[in-house]
């Protein structure tokens, strides 16, 4: 059992209560009454009393973020007009292109973009310079314009097969673009042969007195063909001189 002793802070706790009534009931029930946890009933007095506050305002940052202060870039419809339906791919009318344009020349074929590996296979050997040696020169600018025809053809399909990664055909591309481009060097070194052999030639015709490059006449007039023409010219002559003989009268 306790003690007087013990009970004498306690019996002076409660007398302080009884002396300041007034004080510790204010202070107990002050914070309880100025912050209420719940809004909800404050919500319902605005829309069931008269002159309370509409739930629509005039706010004009209404949906904007607080953070970064932006809203949506247009005001956004809340009719009940019906939506545009997307037409589907199928109904949509087709662009006219013309069968001939220069643009398909790109491409090996108007059904597919790309070739499979065996037909980027399916090629020769390059042409050789001995081969291209008995070409004229129509047949070599021809060549050389196939060559970068085709050249453009394989890049267009590189270009086309990096953009959709596809995943194949590099290495049978490269192997094509290779022998085309073997072609086209020989060309190349056939045209420069033919180009010194002009110079050489040149050089050689300015040192012939056969040979006229002033653009006066015959280019080429051989020696031997004026020998032959004044020897001709000189027996005509002298076969059209009337005979001493044959005039001479007769006794």
């Known amino acids: ?10 019996i002076g706790f409660f007398s302080h209560i009884n002396t ?6 204010v202070t107990l029930s ?9 809004t909800s009933s404050q919500l319902l007095k605005r829309h069931t009393y008269p002159g ?30 019906p939506l545009p339906k997307p037409v589907a791919p199928e109904e949509l009318p087709k662009p006219e292109t013309d069968p001939d344009h220069g643009l398909w020349e790109f491409f090996y074929d108007k059904t597919r973009l790309v070739n499979t590996p065996a037909q980027d296979s399916e090629h020769g050997r390059a042409w ?19 060559c970068v025809k ?20 590099d290495a049978e591309a490269k192997a094509r673009d290779q022998v085309v481009r073997k072609t086209m060097g020989a060309i190349r070194h056939t045209l420069t042969e033919r180009y010194y052999l002009w110079e050489d030639a040149l ?19 051989p020696m031997e063909y004026l020998e032959e023409e004044e020897r001709t010219s000189g ?17």
């Open 1 to 10: 059992m306790a003690s007087k002793r013990a009970l004498r802070p306690t």
């Open 20 to 25: 300041y009534p007034s004080t510790f009931s």
């Open 30 to 38: 002050s914070p309880f009454k100025s912050t209420p946890f719940s």
């Open 52 to 81: 309370a506050r509409k739930t629509r305002d005039s706010n004009r940052h209404r949906g904007e973020s607080t953070l970064r202060r932006t809203g949506t870039r247009w005001r956004l419809s809340v009719s009940d007009e």
């Open 128 to 146: 050789t310079v001995e081969e291209l040696r008995y070409k004229s020169w129509d047949d070599l600018h021809k060549l050389w314009w196939v």
């Open 150 to 169: 085709e050249r453009n053809r394989i890049a267009t399909a590189a270009l086309e097969r990096e953009t959709s990664k596809l995943g194949f055909g």
């Open 203 to 221: 050089k050689l015709a300015k040192a012939d007195p056969e040979v006229d490059l002033s653009g006066n006449g015959s280019t080429y007039t």
């Open 235 to 251: 027996s005509l002559s002298e076969a059209a001189r009337p005979s001493t003989k044959s005039a001479a009268p007769q006794g």
